[in-house]
C-alpha cells in the first residue's frame, strides 16, 4: 500500500493548513485512515481517524480546529488544521488500517511559529 502525504510547511500560529494523503488503492477497502504526528522527542500520537463508514474521531487537543475528510473519488484524506498552535509543530503521518495490518506514509513536517 502506497500512501502520499503532502501539504505541510511553514504556518504562524492562528493560520491554516491542509493535509493530503493520496493512495492508488480504493480508500473504501481500509476499515480506517487517520493522521498522527510525532514531535521532536515525543511519541507518536493519532491525531485524527476516519472508519469505513466516515465517523471521525479527533484527540483532545485537536478537536475543534481539525477536521478529517476523505474522498473517495479522489482515493485520498484530507485533514484541514484550522487556528493552528506552536505545539502542533511536528511530522504528520497518514496512516490506513487493513484488519490487523497498518501501513504509514512518509510524513509531512508541519511547523507552527509564534
Known amino acids: 500500500v502506497q500512501l502520499q502525504a503532502s501539504g505541510g510547511g511553514l504556518v504562524e500560529a492562528g493560520g491554516s493548513l491542509r493535509l493530503s494523503c493520496a493512495t492508488p488503492?480504493?480508500?473504501?477497502?481500509?476499515?480506517?485512515m487517520g493522521w498522527y504526528r510525532q514531535a521532536p522527542g515525543k511519541q507518536r500520537e493519532l491525531v485524527a481517524h476516519i472508519n469505513s463508514d466516515g465517523i471521525a474521531d479527533y484527540d483532545t487537543s485537536v478537536k475543534g480546529r481539525f477536521t478529517i475528510a476523505r474522498d473517495s473519488a479522489k482515493n485520498s484524506v484530507y485533514l484541514q488544521m484550522n487556528n493552528l498552535k506552536p505545539e502542533d509543530t511536528a511530522v504528520y503521518l497518514c496512516s490506513a488500517r487493513r484488519g490487523v495490518t497498518r501501513v504509514w506514509g512518509q510524513g509531512t513536517l508541519v511547523t507552527v511559529s509564534s
Open positions: 488503492e480504493t480508500i473504501s477497502s481500509f476499515d480506517g
